[in-house]
């Protein structure tokens, strides 16, 4: 029996998103020699739009390139869709006569799969394959595009941590991180126990923030060792729940996408951090970096493993998606990583915030628990001498 | 007979300053098995203060090791030595009985060379290693740690260019460079000829910049290509050749070195130009990222040539230190690199701008001239799929 299979991708690109294109396309051509797996470009728009691309055209050395390349190959959309366009998208997968539609985002995607799997489809499947560089996803140990990112922001971190060690100051890099600060977390994946390595303080959105207990905490920091470094979320938020950042950014400038999501990523958190420190630290060599977009999809350091575990989810995604709709989640169950088809609902809106026992009491550091569970992931420190100062 | 030999480290770090340093170790240990090697903390405060690190004590091992840390390992400074503070380097070089001083900097290092050569030192030999990721100094085809700095500007931008092929808007990435556009050119060494591939828009210090004249690029690419990618300098200025960063930072928040250079890297100019590009395109999705000391010394991407280079560096420093004093060129000579001991003052206080022939007419984009060196240099581009949107 022949299938089709119509793919695409939502949200946020990764470093490997196209693996798990690359890894349903693959795996459709194993289990059905002459199946249909069409990739829809930016996303649903295309599946609406019938805007297809026939990717069982492509040899396997083909996909396997494609595979390789970082960021969404087929075009991404940050859309929610209404009961109208679901509408137009279930047409557009009846149009191909599609079996199943595998949708590769997070929790947003999720939840759009989630409607789309309402509809009166028959037979039709909806499996959800999961990616985010926020491995925010619950049901989820890690997801797709996490260790890659997470390899950036650690590399970067000890990279600066060197360069503030040479000429010391004060070194503040703020990284994406709306609710979750699984990747600012992963800054402190290669300080190592009892070197004065940084970054010495991390803070994240778990945590309540203030300016002013910024201010103290790097005064702290640097008595102790010459120097503070800081990892910070964009998310970091006061205690009234409110993002710093929202309230820096002017209201004219303010830009949400589909699903209400403000974007953070603009410069006005580190300006405002820079112009704090400044004023606190007089004549202190002091520098505020904001990573923007350089750790999602950077084509330089892209994880084994990341490629792996997202190639084997689309691979996974088009076994289950014969026996029904889901969400493929990524766990780990006795030291192994396994791959699991839960129900859209338990996946979709939701967000899942770095377990408390991650963050210190104090709220601006990571415990070892926290550094236990990125060692896990992050590619390790490369060998390096301690410098002489 | 032995020698006695010191070295520093002065200005910026790159990722691989630390080779020089080893690469002279090494050196002076195969020629002289009784050469004492001291590296100075933090530049000529270490030699002037006679704060000293004996490197001869260091194992092979133990050097390679230090030479594979990426940042200056014995610490740096932006001291610029009056009359006075030369004397107490000098004095700081007798009393180690130093037969050659080598430091490891860019031209204002070159200029601290210059002056201390002046100084009645007997047979003490003074030694300028070249290195700076700006790659701006002349005699040079090119200096230590600008490869793998090239290489990280490279890899972004084609990273951010596949982000924005798939959710198409304006991406602006500002690059260190003050006075060369040599590391904001390089964003363009992985563009293919024929593809739509970004950065659309070069903006360098060596052509003029207008605000409005940005705008207008940015408007006529959109065009053409339905998104565009910008790479800029930090140092652009327009015609009366003030730095446009310098205009927008308060001068409350000026922050200059001993050589009278103005920190231009913090987020202002960013935010300038978001909010400008925000106003022109209402409802674009728009980004500016500040690369600011991601590129310069990133753990991450080491390139194997930019090692080598500089390591050969330090060694041919040491085997000059014994004829006399000068600047240590990178020269490339019928298709090969070549070493060579230049005049200190060939070197001292001058800035390489890019040729003429680098920059378009219209002063916003590089030109096959400048793709040809840059690919001689950076790594080339990975295997990557044309994105089907």
């Known amino acids: 029996m022949s299938r089709v299979y119509v ?10 998103i196209n693996q798990t294109v690359a890894g349903a396309a693959l795996a459709a051509r194993q289990k059905h020699p002459d199946a249909k797996v069409y990739g829809a470009r930016h996303g649903i728009r295309g599946v609406a739009g019938g805007d297809l691309v026939d990717l069982s055209a492509l040899s396997d050395a083909d996909l396997r390139r494609f595979a390789n ?76 595009g996490f260790i890659s990112a997470a390899w950036f922001v650690a590399s970067a971190f000890l990279s600066v941590d060197l360069d503030f060690r040479a000429m010391p100051g004060i070194y503040v890099g703020i990284v994406m991180g709306r609710h979750a600060g699984f990747l600012t977390a992963s800054a402190a994946a290669r300080r190592r126990a009892g070197e004065k390595d940084g970054p010495h303080l991390v803070y994240v959105p778990e945590a309540h923030f203030s300016p002013e207990k910024l201010i103290a ?18 998310g970091v938020a006061t205690e009234d729940g409110t993002p710093l950042a929202e309230r820096l950014i002017p209201e004219e400038r303010h830009e949400r996408d589909d699903h209400g999501n403000l974007q953070l990523s603009g410069g006005d958190l580190g300006l405002a951090l820079q112009v704090a420190i400044a004023a606190a630290f007089p004549k202190v060599r002091a520098r505020v970096d904001t990573f923007g977009y350089l750790p999602r999809g950077f084509s330089g350091l892209v994880s084994e493993v990341d490629r792996r575990e997202a190639f084997d989810i689309g691979r996974f995604a088009v076994e289950s998606a014969e026996s029904g709709s889901g969400s493929v989640a990524l766990q780990h169950v006795d030291g192994q990583t396994a791959l699991k088809l839960v129900p859209l609902a338990a996946v979709a809106g939701k967000t899942k915030p770095m377990p408390r026992e991650f963050v210190t009491a104090a709220g601006n550091d990571v415990t070892d628990a926290c550094r236990a569970y990125l060692d896990r992931l992050v590619p390790p420190r490369p060998e390096t001498w301690t410098p002489f100062v």
């Open 7 to 16: 793919i695409a991708q939502g949200g946020g690109p990764t470093a490997v």
């Open 69 to 144: 390349t970082p960021n969404s190959g087929l075009g991404s959309t940050r859309d929610k869709p209404d009961a109208a366009y679901c509408e137009r998208i279930v047409a557009g997968l009846e149009k191909v006569k599609a079996d199943s539609f595998i949708y590769i985002g997070g929790n947003d995607t999720a939840g759009t799969m989630g409607i789309l799997d309402e509809i009166e489809t028959g037979p039709m499947t909806f499996v959800h394959a999961p990616k985010t560089i926020d491995n925010d996803l619950v049901e989820n140990d890690h997801t797709p």
């Open 217 to 234: 905490d790097i005064r702290a920091t640097r008595e102790t060792y010459g120097r503070c470094g800081v990892a910070m979320s964009e």
